[in-house]
């Protein structure tokens, strides 16, 4: 293994070899090779095929058979090694023209698969905005309107026809009578019971803050999500800053719904809670 590697570091040291400052001061400073004339020539790098030489008007790279006998000897020429060496550089050439050539058909292949999906992209979006546009002209025609709901104002009661009956309590701050199915019965249960949660949240941590608060510290409150400032003494002293206190919590969950409102009647029908598809251009809508 020794020898083997002892070899193979004497053939990478022949192959590419810097010429010595002792063989520099040796060698011609001026040269002729194929009718060129090159001056103020400092001999650089050898391989087994070529030389590598500064002059005075740039930089030449000279094949070692060009070269006076005498050169030849003084560099190592030998045919065989400088054709085997040309023919490692010519193979290598080779790989690296393919690999870039491979590059460049993976690079386009890239371009021209991101240019179709942004293109797709394009296409799905702006049919959505087609599609959402004539739902949108439609639901306007049929009266389809949007609920946003924070829970059930009472109780659910059943129908003798079937489904059932609520108020809803609105973000608007005010209550509507609905119809709805077995669906939307348990859909209005769950938002009913992540108002309570959020509103038995919100209790447990106002009663925390007031138990924290100081003596001379005033609870400035319009219902949920109040906050405290720091009294002086006997009087009221108003700090701005760090001495206000952030909102409780956040805000409370809403539930959107929708509603197309009955005829003759001051009661909403509710169609569902999300978008579920299409039929004849009219979006239909179905409860999770």
Same mark, same amino acid.
């Given at each position: 293994?020794?020898?083997?590697?002892?070899?193979?570091?004497?053939?990478?040291?022949?192959?590419?070899?810097?010429?010595?400052?002792?063989?520099?001061?040796?060698?011609?400073?001026?040269?002729?090779?194929?009718?060129?004339?090159?001056?103020?020539?400092?001999?650089?790098?050898?391989?087994?095929?070529?030389?590598?030489?500064?002059?005075?008007?740039?930089?030449?790279?000279?094949?070692?058979?060009?070269?006076?006998?005498?050169?030849?000897?003084?560099?190592?020429?030998?045919?065989?090694?400088?054709?085997?060496?040309?023919?490692?550089? @010519?193979?290598? +050439?080779? $790989?690296?023209?393919? !690999?870039?050539? /491979? &590059?460049?058909?993976?690079? #386009? =292949?890239?371009?021209?698969?991101?240019?179709?999906?942004?293109?797709?992209?394009?296409?799905?979006?702006?049919?959505?905005?087609?599609?959402?546009?004539?739902?949108?002209?439609?639901?306007?025609?049929?009266?389809?309107?949007?609920?946003q709901l924070f829970h059930v104002d009472g109780g659910i009661n059943p129908l003798?026809?079937?489904?059932?009956?609520?108020?809803?309590?609105?973000?608007?701050?005010?209550?509507?009578?609905?119809?709805?199915?077995?669906?939307?019965?348990?859909? @209005?249960?769950? +938002?009913? $019971?992540?108002?309570? !949660?959020?509103? /038995? &949240?919100?209790?447990?941590? #106002? =009663?925390?803050?007031?138990?924290?608060?100081?003596?001379?510290?005033?609870?400035?409150?319009?219902?949920?999500?109040?906050?405290?400032?720091?009294?002086?003494?006997?009087?009221?002293?108003?700090?701005?800053?760090?001495?206000?206190?952030?909102?409780?919590?956040?805000?409370?969950?809403?539930?959107?719904?929708?509603?197309?409102?009955?005829?003759?009647?001051?009661?909403?029908?509710?169609?569902?809670?999300?978008?579920?598809?299409?039929?004849?251009?009219?979006?239909?809508?179905?409860?999770?």
């Amino acid at each position: 293994m020794n020898r083997l590697l002892g070899c193979l570091l004497l053939f990478a040291f022949t192959v590419v070899v810097a010429v010595s400052a002792e063989d520099t001061n040796t060698l011609p400073t001026t040269i002729t090779v194929d009718g060129i004339i090159y001056s103020n020539v400092t001999w650089r790098t050898a391989t087994s095929a070529s030389v590598t030489i500064f002059h005075q008007t740039g930089v030449a790279s000279i094949p070692l058979e060009k070269l006076p006998p005498e050169l030849q000897r003084r560099f190592g020429y030998d045919p065989q090694k400088a054709a085997a060496y040309r023919a490692q550089e @010519l193979a290598a +050439a080779q $790989r690296h023209m393919v !690999e870039i050539q /491979a &590059q460049e058909r993976l690079r #386009e =292949q890239h371009e021209v698969e991101a240019l179709a999906a942004a293109r797709k992209q394009q296409q799905v979006q702006e049919e959505r905005a087609r599609e959402q546009l004539r739902a949108n002209q439609l639901a306007n025609a049929n009266n389809v309107e949007v609920i946003q709901l924070f829970h059930v104002d009472g109780g659910i009661n059943p129908l003798p026809t079937g489904g059932y009956v609520a108020q809803l309590a609105l973000t608007n701050h005010t209550t509507v009578c609905a119809h709805f199915d077995e669906d939307g019965r348990r859909y @209005l249960e769950d +938002a009913s $019971r992540k108002y309570a !949660e959020w509103n /038995a &949240q919100q209790d447990s941590l #106002e =009663q925390q803050l007031q138990v924290q608060v100081q003596p001379g510290t005033i609870i400035l409150s319009g219902g949920k999500g109040g906050t405290r400032v720091l009294g002086g003494g006997g009087g009221l002293a108003y700090t701005m800053g760090g001495s206000q206190q952030p909102a409780l919590t956040a805000s409370p969950p809403v539930s959107t719904v929708y509603a197309v409102r009955e005829e003759n009647s001051t009661c909403y029908f509710l169609k569902g809670s999300r978008e579920a598809g299409q039929t004849g251009g009219f979006k239909q809508y179905s409860w999770p």
